[in-house]
């Protein structure tokens, strides 16, 4: 082969998409119609939702701007808190430890060192009532990004509104509650997965009475893409998970209508600009074809595909992390581009370490900054009708639907999951990715070209190693002075309640109105339903 045949085939294999979706030097008519000829010319706010759920999306009202945080004690997230809502955030998002996240106490063994780490340590409703100290509850969105114990987190976001005096039917915001994906990706559950279905169509069933306006699940594409997934991979494999918590919700008998206006998603904005926009245009369009013709939902709303961003972590580089402004101003543009109804975006600092307060506030100026000055908002899906963006959008939705074939074929997400399948073509499609960045075929700036010799340090958070005995004080003090029969009445309820089909959310508010703590429902329900086992030897 010449030295001009070589650059020649690397150049092509070079113009491609992270899903291998060719791209042409200059896109024709042609290309923006299906394989069938279709050309997709439905509007804004109409079935199947290609162009936005919305008729006049941000001209009407902007996305939310939420920031995600969390770390330390609940008092010191609760001055964060208030600290992003004064520069200009419109909801919450709240980062919980990795002991909150998987049922463990602050003083159990398991939990040293990670207290207060990775997002704030809440062991009670204590501690839930410190964190929104100030914050009306009927005033601000909350989402939090919580799976295993998504329930009790929920059950003690009720308890505090309850004492604020705020009706529930007045509160709004998003629990993600999506286990499937940890068995996938991330790995923070408890259960096995049949026990973790149950308790998320228990979810679904309470709060379609009693909390209407909840998200009661965010079905989530982020970590799926943070695992190294292409992009029709995360289309798939997300919508493919959503389609099994459907299938559980029916098969208790929850109607479709009642309960699927309430689902939410939750997506990566990654670097690839105009794949990313097209990712999210065939995301809606699949989402809307699947309600309607797998399910044969009646509402429009239950066929609308509701869903926040966040810009790419993985992405992130420790090389330059200036340069990380740069990245996450391109992703959280093809967010806004794509019609998302929430965006956080992330801070520059985040590869290093938690975000500084000038590093999250440069962050949320990131996002007004698209909203109030680029002149994006006052459009409504500004690039429909690129010969670029429709044919991106229609090579993603073929090779989403694909893939959901495939795990049909299988007998569900279930069976792909237990076998292993899913984790291993996630994994194949990061080793690929990963190949290429080492041999420079993928370029990361900063880190596989353009280096520099000596890095510059930027200010990043440290987190006291004191919280961690504070906390645990503060615990022990709490279990000194509550009623501890009244703690015992409720979560033997709960495990009674488990080993029923009776729905086990006014068990668990009960038990956390009592200052029951989050490690003590969690093992009253592990003592029923037992905990899951990684599949080995993928």
């Known amino acids: 082969m010449t030295t001009t045949e070589k650059q020649a085939k690397e150049r092509k294999s070079k113009f491609q998409t992270s899903s291998n979706i060719g791209i042409s030097g200059a896109f024709l008519p042609e290309d923006a119609v299906d394989e069938n000829g279709f050309l997709d010319l ?55 430890d990795l002991p909150t996240q998987i049922g463990l106490d602050s003083d159990n063994p398991l939990s040293l060192g990670e207290v207060g780490k990775v997002g704030v340590a809440i062991d009670s409703l204590k501690d839930m009532e410190m964190l929104f100290d100030g914050i009306p509850l009927d005033k601000v969105s909350t989402s939090m990004t919580i799976n295993a114990t998504a329930s009790i987190l929920l059950a003690l976001y009720i308890a505090v509104a309850k004492k604020q005096g705020v009706s529930l039917n007045k509160i709004n915001g998003t629990i993600q509650n999506d286990i499937l994906k940890e068995y996938i990706a991330r790995g923070t559950y408890i259960y096995p997965p049949k026990a973790s279905l149950r308790i998320i169509t228990d ?8 909390v209407p306006n909840w998200n009661t699940i965010s079905i989530s594409g982020y970590h799926i893409r943070e695992a190294g997934s292409t992009a029709a991979q995360e289309i798939a494999f997300t ?20 309960f699927a206006p309430r689902l939410s998603f939750f997506f990566n904005a990654h670097n690839n600009l105009l794949e990313e926009v097209a990712k999210f245009r065939a995301a ?37 992390p200036d340069v990380n402004i740069v990245r996450v101003t391109l992703q959280a543009l093809a967010a806004v581009l794509g019609g998302t109804q929430s965006l956080h975006t992330n801070s520059r600092d985040e590869a290093l370490s938690l975000p500084t307060e000038d590093a999250a506030r440069i ?3 990131t996002q007004q900054v698209i909203a109030y000055e680029s002149g994006i908002a006052d459009m409504v899906d500004p690039l429909a009708g690129s010969y670029a963006v429709e044919h991106f959008t229609n090579q993603l939705e073929t090779k989403a639907k694909e893939y959901i074939a495939k795990i049909d074929d299988m007998g569900g997400v279930l069976v792909a999951i237990e076998k292993g399948w899913v984790q291993r073509e996630i994994q194949d499609a990061a080793y690929q990715y990963q190949k290429q960045v080492e041999k420079g075929e993928e370029i990361v700036v900063g880190v596989n070209k353009f280096t520099l010799k000596e890095e510059s340090h930027i200010p990043t958070l440290k987190i006291n190693p004191e919280i961690e005995i504070a906390q645990v004080a503060t615990l022990k003090k709490l279990r000194d002075e509550r009623d501890n029969k009244q703690v015992e009445i409720a979560l033997s309820k709960i495990e009674q309640a488990a080993q029923t089909e009776e729905n086990l959310m006014p068990h668990i508010i009960s038990a956390v109105e009592c200052y029951a703590t989050v490690g003590e429902i969690a093992n009253r329900l592990r003592k029923i339903f037992g905990e899951y086992q990684e599949v080995l030897g993928l």
């Not at 919508?239 to 009642?258: E, F, H, T």
């Not at 989402?287 to 066929?303: C, L, P, T």
């Open 42 to 96: 439905s509007e804004p706010g109409k079935f199947p939702f290609t162009r936005g759920i919305h008729s006049s999306m941000y001209r009407s009202k902007f996305w939310t701007m939420r920031q995600y945080a969390g770390f330390g004690t609940a008092y010191e997230s609760n001055q964060r808190y208030k600290y992003l809502l004064e520069n200009g955030t419109t909801g919450l998002s709240v980062a919980f």
């Open 203 to 210: 979810i679904f069933a309470f709060c379609s009475k009693e």
């Open 239 to 258: 919508l493919a998970n959503a389609i099994c918590y459907v299938q559980a919700a029916i098969s208790v008998g929850l109607d479709i209508d009642k």
């Open 284 to 320: 809606r369009r699949l989402w809307a074809e699947i309600m309607r013709e797998r399910f044969g939902a009646k509402d429009e709303k239950s066929m609308m595909l509701r869903f926040h961003t966040q810009t790419a972590g993985s992405t992130l580089t420790a090389q330059q």
């Open 363 to 365: 962050a949320l100026r």
